[in-house]
């Protein structure tokens, strides 16, 4: 029978078909002053009686957790990229320009202040491309 300074998730299965057999018919007085004696609880039995009585292997169960923890990393990794996805999508059509409702073209030139109210371009030849009222470079967008 298993020791003391034995922890009950250590013990073996032959230990415990051993200790569900002792325990088999014991009063609850009883029960108890036996599991104290042995450093289990009785929740401990019960847990072995339903692992018996279901007769699920103890490797079957650990591989079949960490399956399904790897497919739980997998899902919230591609979960992340689509909220990625959907918020670079979601400003490009809050940044996308609206046109005028007369059907008319937008004055480029500020008249108070003699400044342009186009987007910029960039003339150096960085990148920067001029997108229907927005600049665009790679995955960042920059207004003017």
């Given at each position: 029978?298993?020791?003391?300074?034995?922890?009950?998730?250590?013990?073996?299965?032959?230990?415990?078909?051993?200790a569900?057999?002792?325990?088999?018919?014991?009063?609850?007085?009883?029960?108890?002053a036996?599991?104290?004696?042995?450093?289990?609880h009785t929740?401990?039995?019960?847990?072995?009686?339903?692992?018996?009585?279901?007769?699920?292997?103890?490797?079957t169960?650990?591989?079949?957790?960490?399956?399904?923890?790897?497919?739980?990393?997998?899902l919230?990794k591609?979960?992340?990229?689509k909220?990625?996805a959907?918020?670079?999508?979601?400003?490009?059509?809050?940044?996308?320009?609206?046109?005028?409702?007369?059907?008319?073209k937008?004055?480029?030139?500020?008249?108070?202040?003699?400044?342009?109210?186009?987007?910029?371009?960039?003339?150096?030849?960085?990148?920067?491309?001029?997108?229907q009222?927005?600049?665009?470079?790679?995955?960042?967008?920059?207004?003017?």
């Open positions: 029978m298993a020791g003391k300074d034995k922890r009950p998730q250590a013990w073996t299965r032959e230990q415990r078909l051993e569900l057999l002792a325990t088999h018919g014991l009063a609850e007085q009883e029960l108890g036996w599991c104290r004696q042995r450093g289990i929740h401990h039995l019960a847990q072995w009686r339903s692992e018996l009585i279901g007769a699920v292997p103890e490797r169960l650990a591989s079949e957790t960490r399956a399904l923890r790897q497919e739980n990393q997998a919230k591609e979960l992340r990229r909220d990625k959907l918020a670079e999508t979601a400003a490009l059509l809050v940044l996308k320009k609206k046109p005028l409702p007369s059907g008319g937008a004055r480029t030139i500020d008249r108070r202040r003699g400044a342009s109210t186009s987007p910029r371009v960039d003339r150096r030849g960085g990148g920067w491309r001029r997108a009222g927005m600049c665009v470079r790679g995955a960042g967008i920059v207004t003017a």
